[in-house]
């Protein structure tokens, strides 16, 4: 159990208010189990992923907003200084432009963890749920024309059972 813990991240486990079940640790331990290289990571990637967490949360963070306004105060208070040169308007315009072509790669990075965790919870969710369709586990690998057919399904499915509802005196309301 200690191990499957450490393997997972203890310290996220630990500050999560909902004991997380043995199954569930087991089942992250069996899925990392299968990866490539036993679930670990190169540590060029593991070096990445903690300094793109570190910057993320530290760029979202108001100070970082205050900073940012205060360097363009700097800036603007030294205009009359260098006498509003070209120079002077090279270095804001340089700097802003590096950071933020570093900034979109940090937030690619950060959107698509985010849209992995969210996938793989929902994938557990559908799994999970007696009833429902497990081949919706994997829509995000369709064609778009195959993910438009699956919508088109569904728009009918809501719209037969509104029909239902409407004759058995339920007031639904349409959403389109």
């Known amino acids: 159990m200690r191990a499957a813990r ?11 208010r ?27 990637r593991s070096r990445f992923s903690g300094f793109a967490r570190t910057i993320e949360r530290a760029a979202g963070h108001p100070s970082a907003f205050l900073g940012a306004v205060l360097v363009v105060a700097i800036w603007a208070a030294t205009g009359p200084v260098f006498h509003f040169s070209d120079t002077w308007q090279l270095v ?8 933020t072509f570093l900034m979109v790669f940090l937030i690619q990075n950060a959107q698509n963890r985010g849209t992995e965790a969210i996938q793989a919870k929902l994938d557990e969710l559908i799994r999970a749920v007696g009833g429902a369709e497990n081949a919706m586990i994997d829509l995000e690998d369709l064609e ?10 569904f728009v009918q499915l809501a719209k ?3 029909a239902r509802a409407g004759k058995r005196g339920v007031m639904v309301s349409p959403v389109d």
């Open 6 to 16: 450490s393997a997972l991240g203890g310290e996220a486990l630990r500050s999560r």
């Open 18 to 44: 909902r004991p997380i079940s043995r199954r569930t640790i087991a089942a992250v331990a069996e899925v990392r189990r299968h990866l490539p290289g036993n679930g670990k990571r190169s540590r060029a």
């Open 92 to 99: 804001i315009n340089t700097g802003t432009t590096i950071l």
């Open 144 to 153: 778009e024309q195959e993910l438009h057919a699956i919508h088109e399904r």
């Open 160 to 162: 037969d059972a509104r």
